[in-house]
Nanobody
């Protein structure tokens, strides 16, 4: 499974960006999609996750109520809408996937995701 993450860029504090994640070679409706990020000098952390049907979503406490994960299985894409961005959101954002269903206790465990995209850089700065 190959993943393509896109949509990163430079945005001012308080602004918004929408990231996209699209797999190739497989229908997305079979996949759990996770979003992770890694800021300079910091460990990779889980940001959000969405189940194959979209019925279950999970968020890190630091992004809850600002970020929204969604999926359009007909278009074979998952989105991460990021609003009210702050400088602490600056990082390389990765989407990752697994064919397994993940629960609230392990969605942010990067070892649960065998397939990863290449990352897209989000910079929040004035």
């Amino acid at each position: 499974v190959q993943l393509q993450a896109s949509g990163g860029g430079l945005v001012q504090p308080g602004g918004s960006l929408r990231l996209s994640c699209a797999p190739s070679g497989i229908a997305i409706n079979y996949l759990t999609i996770g979003w992770f990020r890694q800021a300079p000098g910091k460990e990779r952390e889980g940001v959000s996750c969405i189940s194959p049907s979209g019925g279950s979503t999970y968020y890190a406490a630091s992004v809850k109520d600002r970020f929204t994960v969604s999926r359009d299985n007909a278009k074979n894409v998952v989105y991460l809408q990021m609003n009210s961005l702050v400088s602490e959101d600056t990082a390389v954002y990765y989407c990752a996937t697994t064919r397994s269903f993940l629960h609230g206790t392990d969605w942010d465990n990067s070892r649960k995701y065998p397939y990863w995209g290449q990352g897209t850089l989000v910079t929040v700065s004035s």
